[in-house]
Every structure is written in C-alpha cells, then in structure tokens.
C-alpha cells in the first residue's frame, strides 16, 4: 500500500510540474486616460495587443498541457488547468475593459484628438 501511494504521489508531482511549465505573462500598465498623453496611449495600446498575443500564447500552453496529461490526469491537475485557463480569461477581459474604459477618459478629456 505505501509503494501504491509513493507511485501516486510520484505520479501527481509530476503532473504538477507540467502545470507550471506554462508562464503566466506579467501585466500591462494602463495609462490614466484622462491625463495621459497621446503617445502614452499608443504605447499603452501596443501594450495590450502584445499582451493579448503572449496570453493567447498563454491559453494555448494550458490546453496543450491539459491534453498531454490525457484521461489519465489526476482530476486535481485537471481543475488546475481548467482554473489557471479560466482566470487567463478573465484578466483578460479585466485588461480590456480597463483600457476601453481609460480610452473613453483620454477621448473625453481630448476632444479634439
């Protein structure tokens, strides 16, 4: 019985570190809208679409991780990913709404732009 739980054990540390192989990218800095400038939110949009593009990069990591680990994967690696893969979305949604939302400040502020 202790060779079958040190086999388990093994077995879900490794699933573990597959888990991790896949880097969650760093957060883009979004200007206040209402003082930046123009080139501030240029900048700040090339941000996002590069951090849209790494966290796409990202979720495809996640699959490919949760897909190796097959039918076989301890259900608590299954609920990592499908954790880890739920809150990549969600940033991502938080990230463009709040640089939808500094937009909108930057165009009230600068109507003429």
Request: charged content about 20%; aromatic content about 8%.
């Amino acid at each position: 019985m202790k060779a079958f739980a040190s086999c388990c054990l093994a077995l879900a540390s490794c699933f573990a570190t597959a888990a991790f192989a896949c880097d969650n990218p760093p957060m883009v800095a979004i200007p206040d809208g209402s003082v930046a400038s123009l080139d501030e939110m240029v900048s700040a949009q090339n941000g996002v679409r590069e951090y849209m593009a790494t966290m796409d990069e990202y979720l495809a990591c996640l699959n490919e991780e949760l897909e190796a680990g097959g039918e076989d994967a301890p259900a608590e690696f299954k609920s990592l990913m499908v954790t880890r893969h739920n809150s990549a979305v969600t940033e991502m949604e938080t990230v463009a709404a709040a640089f939808n939302e500094q937009l909108g400040a930057y165009r009230a502020a600068n109507p003429s732009e």
